[in-house]
C-alpha cells in the first residue's frame, strides 16, 4: 500500500526538524513491517510562511528519501493548504493521512488508521481521546465549537480535527465538492463510504506556537456553520412567526384598549404597526433568507450521489 502524508505548515520552522524525524521514522517503520510501500512520502504544504519553513522543507526533500514539499504562493489558510496537498497527491497514492505539523495529534494512530484500511474503510476518523493537555482557553473554546456546530445543524465527528486517511476513492469523492468556502470535516461525512474511528490523547505541542489564533478560530466556526447548514435562516423564520403572532394579540388587545376608551390618541396604531410589522418584516426576510440558501446550495454544485459499487464491470 502506498501511503502518503499531508502536513500543511505555516510558520512552523520551529517545530519542522522535530516533525520530519518522527514522522519519516514511522513511515520507516511500517516499510520494514510491510505494511506501507517504499515509493509512500511525507508531502509538506507550505501555506505562504514568513519564516524559513520553505527553506527547510526544500532541504529535508534533498535529504530525507520520503519528503516532498508543496508551496502556496501565499497564506490560504489551513483548509485550503490542506485540501491542495489533498487533491495534488491522491492519483499517485492508495491512501492519504492528513495531520498537523505540530505532532499534536499521537503518530502511533496512524498503524490503527491503515489497519481500518486494510479491513476496507474509505474514511477513519482521528478522535482525540482527551485534551488534559490543552490550555483551558483552548479546550473550552474547542468544546464550545463543537456544540454550537451542531446545535446549529451540521454534522460533525465529535472531538474531530484533520486528522484522518482518506481512500483514493474517498479523495475523488470529495474533489467532487467544488465548493470554495472550505470546511473540511463537514464535507468528509458527507462522502459517505464505510468509515471508522480510531482515538489518540491529544498532545501538547512539540514545539512553537499555535497557528490558530482566537480570530482563525471564530472564522473557522462561522465557515463551519455558514458552509453546512442553513439553519440560521431558520430561526430567523421562527423568531419572525413568533413575533409576528405576538404582533396580533397586541394589536387585539390595543383594540379593545382602544374601543374601551382607556387610551391616548395614536397609541393603537403605534403599538399595532411596530409590532405587527416588526414581526411581518423579520419573517419575510426569513422567506427571501431561504431562497438565497436555496441558491446558496446550488451554486456549490455539490454532487448529488457518490457510487460506492456497481456489478457493470468485471
Ligand atoms: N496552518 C496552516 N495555515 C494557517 C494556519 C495554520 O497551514 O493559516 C497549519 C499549521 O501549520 C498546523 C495546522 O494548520 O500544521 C494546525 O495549526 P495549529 O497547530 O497552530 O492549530 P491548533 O492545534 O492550535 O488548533
Ligand atoms: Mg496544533
Not at 520507516?28 to 527553506?55: H, N, P
Not at 526544500?58 to 535529504?63: D, R, V
Not at 484500511?117 to 482521528?126: E, F
Request: glycine letters at 8%; a positive charge.
Amino acid at each position: 500500500m502506498k501511503l502518503c502524508i499531508v502536513i500543511p505548515c505555516y510558520n512552523e520552522a520551529e517545530v519542522l526538524p522535530i516533525t520530519v524525524e518522527k514522522v519519516s521514522d514511522k513511515l520507516a517503520f511500517l516499510c520494514d513491517g510491510k505494511k506501507i510501500s517504499e515509493d509512500s512520502r511525507i508531502v509538506f504544504v507550505d501555506d505562504g510562511s514568513k519564516d524559513t519553513t520553505w527553506g527547510l522543507i526544500e532541504k529535508y526533500s534533498e535529504e530525507n528519501r520520503f519528503v516532498e514539499g508543496l508551496k502556496l504562493s501565499r497564506n490560504r489558510g489551513h483548509q485550503n493548504a490542506l485540501l491542495c496537498g489533498l487533491l495534488t497527491v491522491k492519483d499517485n497514492f492508495d491512501a492519504v493521512i492528513s495531520m498537523d505539523a505540530d505532532l499534536q495529534d499521537d503518530i502511533d494512530a496512524i498503524d490503527q488508521m491503515i489497519d481500518r484500511y486494510r479491513d476496507g474503510c474509505d474514511v477513519v476518523y482521528g478522535v482525540r481521546k482527551s485534551r488534559k493537555k490543552d490550555s483551558f482557553f483552548k479546550k473550552y473554546t474547542a468544546l464550545g465549537f463543537y456544540k454550537l456546530l451542531n446545535w446549529m445543524g451540521a454534522e460533525t465527528v465529535y472531538n474531530h480535527a484533520d486528522y484522518r486517511l482518506l481512500s483514493r476513492r474517498a479523495l475523488n469523492a470529495l474533489a467532487e465538492f467544488k465548493e470554495v468556502n472550505l470546511f473540511l470535516r463537514g464535507l468528509v461525512p458527507l462522502i459517505g463510504f464505510k468509515s471508522d474511528t480510531v482515538y489518540y490523547d491529544r498532545d501538547k505541542r512539540a514545539a512553537g506556537k499555535t497557528k490558530y489564533t482566537f480570530r482563525k478560530m471564530l472564522g473557522l466556526a462561522f465557515e463551519g456553520v455558514t458552509s453546512l447548514s442553513v439553519r440560521p435562516i431558520e430561526i430567523i423564520i421562527r423568531l419572525g412567526s413568533v413575533v409576528l403572532l405576538a404582533g396580533l394579540l397586541v394589536l387585539i388587545y390595543s383594540l379593545v384598549q382602544h374601543f374601551t376608551g382607556n387610551t391616548e390618541a395614536g397609541w393603537t396604531s403605534i403599538m399595532a404597526s411596530v409590532w405587527a410589522l416588526g414581526g411581518l418584516q423579520l419573517l419575510a426576510i426569513g422567506v427571501i433568507g431561504k431562497y438565497i440558501g436555496k441558491i446558496y446550495l446550488e451554486v456549490k454544485g455539490r454532487p448529488r450521489f457518490i457510487i460506492e459499487k456497481n456489478t457493470f464491470e468485471e
